[in-house]
């Protein structure tokens, strides 16, 4: 997989705009597949899957700046093909900031036995 940073700013048209939208749809689907894979296999792992979720309060600036040094953190881990370190295996690793609005998930509530 490609790694795709998309900072804002970008000129498309409106069809790019709907194409976009779409791939990312269909992109996010396949984050999801390892999120689940990630949960479900994580005591098999010997360690090898991690989970880390976070909420951040940001300005603009601070957001671009985490943006860039996630970037420089992923090239500084990068290795070029046949030089991967022995042991080493293919990680996905998937960043989504965004605005965290709106209404959170409240768990169902079960009725009181009476």
Request: aromatic share 8%; charged share 30%; hydrophobic share 40%.
């Amino acid at each position: 997989m490609t790694d795709i940073f998309t900072p804002p700013g970008l000129e498309r048209t409106a069809d790019e705009r709907e194409a976009a939208v779409k791939i990312g749809a269909l992109k996010m689907t396949h984050d999801l597949s390892l999120v689940v894979r990630a949960y479900a296999g994580y005591d098999a792992s010997e360690g090898w899957n991690r989970i880390y979720r976070a909420g951040l309060r940001l300005t603009d600036e601070q957001v671009t700046s985490f943006a860039e040094e996630y970037e420089a953190l992923l090239r500084k881990y990068r290795t070029a093909p046949g030089e991967h370190p022995a042991g080493s295996r293919q990680m996905a690793v998937h960043l989504v900031m965004l605005p965290d609005v709106g209404a959170r998930p409240v768990l169902p509530v079960e009725p009181d036995e009476e």
